[in-house]
C-alpha cells in the first residue's frame, strides 16, 4: 500500500487560503503553489524522517518558492499533516492541535 498524506481539517483550509489568495492574484501563482506543496508532500511521503523535528514529535518541510511550511507527523499509514504555516507568520500556531 502506497503511504498517504492525511489533512488536519485546519490544514485543508489553511491550505484552501492560501490557494484562494494566490488565485485571486494570478492563475499560475495558484497552480505554482499547489504543484509546490504537492512536490512537497511527494519527497515527504517518500523519507518522513529526514526532515527537521519540532514541537511534539512533528516535523517540518519547506515550500519551494512559496513561504510555506508542511508540518506533519508520521502515522502508520503515511504522514498527518497539522498545518499549511506560513513561514513568516504566527510561529507555533499550530501547536495547540498536537499532543505529546
Known amino acids: 500500500m502506497e503511504p498517504l498524506a492525511d ?25 505554482g503553489f499547489a504543484t509546490a506543496v504537492d512536490a512537497t508532500l511527494d519527497a515527504i511521503l517518500q523519507a518522513p524522517d529526514h526532515f527537521a523535528g519540532t514541537f511534539a514529535g512533528c516535523r517540518f518541510a519547506r515550500t519551494k518558492r512559496y513561504p510555506y511550511l508542511i508540518i506533519f507527523r508520521s502515522s502508520p499509514r503515511g504522514v498527518s499533516v497539522i498545518a499549511v504555516a506560513h513561514s513568516r507568520r504566527r510561529p507555533g500556531y499550530w501547536r ?5
Open 7 to 31: 489533512f488536519d481539517p485546519a490544514a485543508r483550509e489553511e491550505f484552501d487560503e492560501a490557494f484562494d489568495w494566490y488565485a485571486k492574484r494570478s492563475r499560475d501563482a495558484a497552480v
Open 96 to 100: 495547540p492541535r498536537v499532543s505529546d
